[in-house]
């Protein structure tokens, strides 16, 4: 294996994680806001969750690669999927703990 390819593989340091937590508001529920999420964050390798709040809004913990964090709550959450309409989203540092992988989480 050359350098870059093991480069390639390895884990990220911890410096260059970025998570954040993000609550999304509007028409966000029964949308397939909680399945599109998963399928995006899973497209761009963040690890997380995703699931439905009491109040109406969506709640997504994003963690990865800065660049990916950000294409998915700048570019893709600030719209959602065709169904939805994002009236708000708030998105702030977070420490949680992500786990591996991305998934889908029950309603709180």
């Known amino acids: 294996m050359n350098a870059f390819a093991a480069a390639a593989t390895s884990p990220m340091p911890p410096s260059a994680k970025k998570t954040v937590k993000v609550v999304v508001k509007g028409r966000v529920q029964g949308v397939f806001f909680r399945d599109w999420t998963v399928q995006n964050a899973r497209e761009l390798g963040l690890n ?61």
């Not at 600030?78 to 029950?106: I, Q």
């Open 48 to 108: 997380g969750w995703v699931r439905n709040r009491r109040d109406g809004s969506v709640e997504a913990l994003f963690s990865g690669d800065p660049n990916a964090v950000n294409e998915m709550v700048e570019k893709r959450c600030r719209v959602g999927p065709p169904a939805a309409a994002v009236t708000a989203l708030n998105a702030f540092p977070s420490d949680e703990e992500p786990g591996h992988g991305f998934e889908r989480k029950p309603t709180v």
